[in-house]
């Protein structure tokens, strides 16, 4: 018997073994064969699994205090990744408006997504994902949700989207160039440019069009925007923020909530807003609308979300004084 894992702190009864690990992919394998996945592609796929002890290092290194948003959002919200997020949107401007078009939804927020996911397709991981995803399952605490997401992966392979040396992500299973979970790739990619594959790794129609996709599919409400920065008035209570207090924005404005600049409020008055305030009422606050909550499906954090349309703010925003300058010249 041979222990895989001697350097992490587990005990006797969580010693993995390279035994335990072949037998638990039988299992996985009498799953994925009951739904359909082909035996060629299971014994493909998991003969050559591999039990990774970095991905669980990686799983367990929880940070020892938890970053603020006022020090995360300079780091996403680079000025760099700014300024490549507007290159970005004029180099495909072409694939981006088309996508855009078809599912209702503004470019900028395609190309937002695919900058903080993966820097605009610089950093996809190179983490085979079928031995991220089995080690994850084989770990076992969140067993159910990992083996779900493996035996989706194999069902990838065997529809042929990706080969198995291509299928290529993060150490915890997200893949190509918009970090989809293979459910989330299931359910949302699709063929932007129509050769049958559906490839969110080396395809970029693919990937504007399934992210495009995704957040149609999730209820996104064309032309609203995601939210704003504002500045609230002294004494609003904690009770008022987050998003089970939604007001329309004629509400939050006869409150007294303003732009940042001390403006009126700029969006549809009748549109239903909530307060994020991801540092406390002490930092920095937003009033978001329903296409944040969709943002928030694609993952959890308000640091994220709110970072997504603040970074497709500055895109839009960019592209717009370009062609301002461009129509004044
Ligand atoms: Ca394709």
Redesign the pocket.
């Known amino acids: 018997m041979i222990l895989i894992a001697l350097f992490l702190p587990f005990s006797a009864a969580n010693a993995y073994t390279e035994e335990g690990f072949r037998s638990f992919l039988k299992e996985v394998a009498a799953d994925a064969r009951s739904q359909g996945v082909s035996d060629l592609t299971i014994s493909m796929a998991l003969q050559s699994a591999t039990f990774k002890p970095r991905t669980i290092e990686l799983d367990r290194a929880q940070p020892e205090k938890k970053t603020l948003y006022a020090e995360y959002k300079p780091k996403i919200l680079s000025q760099d990744r700014i300024d490549k997020g507007r290159l970005m949107y004029k180099q495909h401007r072409v694939q981006l408006n088309h996508f855009a078009n078809i599912y209702g939804v503004e470019p900028q927020y395609i190309v937002a997504l695919w900058g903080i996911e993966t820097n605009y397709g610089g950093f996809t991981g190179g983490t085979g994902i079928i031995d991220a995803l089995a080690t994850m399952a084989y770990e076992g605490r969140r067993r159910e949700f990992f083996q779900k997401e493996l035996v989706e992966a194999l069902k990838i392979l065997d529809e042929k989207h990706i080969t198995l040396d291509e299928m290529k992500g993060s150490w915890a299973g997200a893949m190509g160039q918009n970090q989809f979970m293979p459910s989330s790739f299931r359910a949302y990619a699709v063929?932007?440019?129509g050769?049958g594959?559906?490839?969110i790794w080396k395809?970029l129609?693919?990937v504007f069009a399934s992210t495009a996709n995704y957040l149609r599919q999730s209820g996104w409400q064309h032309n609203q925007g995601w939210g704003q920065r504002v500045k609230l008035p002294q004494g609003i209570p904690a009770t008022m923020v987050g998003k089970e207090y939604r007001r329309p924005i004629a509400y939050w404005q006869k409150l007294g909530v303003k732009t940042l600049n001390g403006h009126n409020l700029s969006a549809n008055k009748r549109l239903e807003a909530y307060i994020v305030a991801p540092d406390g009422l002490s930092g920095e606050t937003y009033l978001v609308y329903s296409n944040y909550d969709v943002i928030l499906k694609w993952n959890r954090s308000t640091y994220f979300a709110t970072t997504v349309g603040l970074l497709a703010d500055a895109i839009a925003q960019g592209d717009s004084q370009e062609q301002e300058e461009a129509y004044n010249q």
């Open positions: 063929d932007g440019d050769d594959k559906r490839d395809d129609d693919d």
